[in-house]
């Protein structure tokens, strides 16, 4: 069965126009104006598709086909649609975009599953909002309480309800489902790296996500005069930062097999070029495909920013995020690989370096994610781009895998 290519790009066009930056890459920012749009797009198609709609307690998007078995847990097909500030039009929309074209298959062709099909397009995966990821995701396996989710606050201080109240969703809405609500979890996902494009293979099959942990790092020293304050009177805390930053690249050299840490946000205030600041908020993103090497990096840098304490710089670390590294499920594995040779499409099996949501939801039911080619391997960047054929490729092998899931057994 052919994906529509028009379609497919009508859809993947008319997100990206759904940005706070036009020009400089996509911007959208859970519970934004631009997220207001995207989802009332998203819910449109869905409803076009003869879906059921409906948001829950986060804000995430569910559209529903009936099985013939009412009662029978649904197989759910889709990714998120957030972004990183300033990042590409296809890192989450190429996975909802594949939900909506799954969904426009099965009415083309008047399919009646056993099992329900549902399409999912999921909040703040990104964090670049809230802080730490996968909140949507996380928030559906029932790793973040209501309680906590009422906690959880942006850089303006305005909570995730309150957020979620300004566009008219409602944050009492239940969130946690029932895990025997769900049969199974597909993600298509732009692969984000180089190798399927070199490899010039159209489908990477995932066997296993790294383990990732997000760290937020406060330093706090003594603002002062620029001028005035003599240099061995001074309690920089811009100095202590930049110092623990430069060696955390080494700290990931050294614990090898791959092991990486990135510090992507950092804040410094008061932020005067004539005042010594006296407060730097960053974060550390650690990742392995071992979590023993994981669980090292973090002991080594928590050790590393105690070590620069003094009686006038402090030192402060939260951890928002710690995944384990997944196994995906060898069954949906090998289905999506049966898949692709009965439409001969090519494919490979890969190792993802990235995190996703489909992470998240393997711990409660099982998971299937495969990635189709980024030109250059770029992402997080308005650079980045997949061909639609690509895209098309995708599809089709997540059509066939879930028309299977979806039947009786
Ligand atoms: O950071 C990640 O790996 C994903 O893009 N959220
Ligand atoms: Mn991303
Ligand atoms: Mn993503």
Redesign the pocket.
């Known amino acids: 069965m052919k994906a529509n290519q028009e379609r497919i790009e009508k859809h993947i066009k008319a997100l990206s126009k759904f940005t706070a930056t036009p020009g400089q890459g996509t911007t959208r920012m859970t519970y934004s104006a631009q997220d207001l749009q995207a989802r009332n797009y998203i819910k449109e198609q869905m409803k076009e598709y003869g879906l059921q709609v409906r948001e829950d307690g986060l804000g995430n998007i569910f559209g529903k086909l009936e099985g013939e078995n009412k009662d029978a847990p649904s197989v759910i097909v889709g990714s ?1 649609f957030d ?2 500030p300033n ?1 590409g039009d296809y ?2 929309p190429a996975g909802v975009v594949a939900g909506l074209e799954v969904a426009a298959l099965f009415q083309e062709n008047q399919i009646k599953p056993t099992y329900p099909l549902e399409v999912i397009a999921m909040i703040e ?2 964090g670049s909002r809230f802080g730490g990821g996968l909140m949507g995701s996380r928030g559906i396996v029932g790793y973040l309480q209501k309680e906590e989710i009422a906690q959880i606050k942006d850089k303006n201080e305005v909570s995730v309800p309150d957020a979620m109240r300004m566009i008219d969703l409602d944050p009492s809405l239940e969130v946690k489902r029932d895990p025997e609500t769900i049969k199974a979890f597909l993600e298509m996902h732009i692969e ?1 790296g180089p190798i399927l494009e070199e490899e010039q293979i159209s489908v990477g099959v995932v066997e296993s996500i790294v383990g990732l942990t997000q760290l937020d790092v406060t330093i706090t020293g003594k603002a002062g005069h620029a001028g005035t304050t003599p240099m061995n009177r001074r309690s920089d805390a811009l100095v202590a930062a930049a110092n623990i930053i430069s060696k955390l690249p080494q700290i990931a050299i050294e614990e090898g097999e791959g092991t990486v840490t990135t510090v992507g946000k950092h804040e410094v205030f008061p932020n005067g070029a004539n005042v010594i600041p006296d407060k730097v908020v960053f974060s550390v993103d650690i990742r392995s495909s071992k979590e023993m090497h994981v669980k090292n990096v973090i002991k080594k840098v928590k050790d590393l920013i105690v070590s620069y304490e003094t009686d006038d710089i402090q030192t402060t670390v939260e951890q928002p995020l710690y995944m384990q590294p997944k196994e995906l499920n060898q069954e949906i594995r090998s289905i999506l690989k049966a898949s692709c040779e009965r439409l001969d499409i090519s494919f490979l099996t890969m190792h993802s370096g ?3 949501d489909a992470m998240v939801l393997s711990d409660i039911t099982d998971v299937g994610l495969i990635f189709v080619p980024s030109k250059d391997g770029l ?2 960047c308005p650079e980045e781009w997949t061909a639609i054929p690509d895209l098309a490729n995708g599809v089709e092998v997540l059509y066939e895998t879930a028309l299977k899931l979806t039947e009786e057994s």
């Open positions: 998120h972004s990183v990042g890192d989450g995966e990104e984000q990235a995190g996703h992402s997080h």
